[in-house]
C-alpha cells in the first residue's frame, strides 16, 4: 500500500505508511528518492491533468511513485498555472510547503544566472505567502544576494481589468527577507524569478 505523502516546509518529503494499525514515518530528501524506494516507480507515459486538482492529486499520490513522462493540462488552467507546473514538474526542484487537494510552492536554482524561480499552484482561489528569507536560508552561498530583482508571472485579478492571459511585473531592488502575498486565481498559478546582486 502506498504512504500518505505530505510536503514539509523544511523541503522534504514526509510519507506515512500504515501496517498492521502501526504507523511508519520516513522522509525524503526529493520525491525520486522516494520514488526510488518503490519497486513500481518506473515513469509512465503522458498524463492528464484537466484542472488544478488533478495536478496537485499527480504531485501528492502519483509522481513520488510513478512519475510522468508529459503532460497534457486542461484547458480550465490558466496561463500562469502552465508555467509554474512547467517548473515543479521539472528537474531539481525543491518543495517548500503544499496542502493535498488546495495547492503546492516549490523553487528550483539557476547559479548560472546568479537566480532561483519559486512555482506555485492551486486548485482553488486563494492567497498565498512567500517569504523569501525561507529560501534564502536553503540557497547554497553564491546565490545568497542582500537584494534581489524580481520578476512576477501571475494570473490577472479584477484589478487588472479583462482580456489578459498573464500579467507580468517587475520589481527591482527588493530585500532578501522581503514577504510576498500573492492572490491565486481557480485552477491559477505564479512563477517568480529572483535574480541576485550586491549592490
Not at 24 to 31: G, Q, V, W
Not at 60 to 81: D, K, R
Not at 161 to 169: F, I, K, N, S, Y
Amino acid at each position: 500500500m502506498r504512504p500518505v505523502v505530505r510536503y514539509l516546509p523544511s523541503g522534504c518529503l514526509a510519507a506515512v505508511s500504515l501496517d498492521g494499525g502501526e504507523a511508519s514515518l520516513r522522509l525524503f530528501d526529493s520525491p525520486q528518492e522516494l520514488a526510488n524506494t518503490h519497486a513500481e516507480a518506473a515513469p509512465s507515459g503522458e498524463m492528464k491533468l484537466p484542472d488544478g486538482a488533478s495536478a496537485l492529486a499527480y504531485f501528492f499520490s502519483v509522481a513520488p511513485f510513478e512519475p510522468a513522462v508529459s503532460f497534457a493540462l486542461g484547458a480550465s488552467v490558466t496561463p500562469a498555472f502552465r508555467s509554474a507546473f512547467a517548473l515543479l514538474s521539472g528537474g531539481g526542484i525543491r518543495f517548500l510547503r503544499g496542502e493535498f487537494g488546495a495547492f503546492l510552492m516549490g523553487f528550483a536554482e539557476d547559479a548560472a544566472a546568479g537566480a532561483f524561480r519559486v512555482a506555485c499552484i492551486t486548485a482553488a482561489p486563494r492567497m498565498l505567502t512567500v517569504r523569501l528569507e525561507d529560501i534564502w536560508l536553503a540557497l547554497p552561498e553564491q546565490l545568497r544576494f542582500p537584494f534581489y530583482d524580481l520578476t512576477l508571472t501571475r494570473d490577472p485579478n479584477r484589478l487588472d481589468g479583462t482580456g489578459l492571459g498573464v500579467v507580468t511585473e517587475t520589481f527591482p531592488r527588493q530585500p532578501g527577507n522581503l514577504r510576498l502575498f500573492l492572490e491565486l486565481a481557480r485552477n491559477g498559478g505564479v512563477l517568480l524569478e529572483a535574480r541576485g546582486y550586491n549592490g
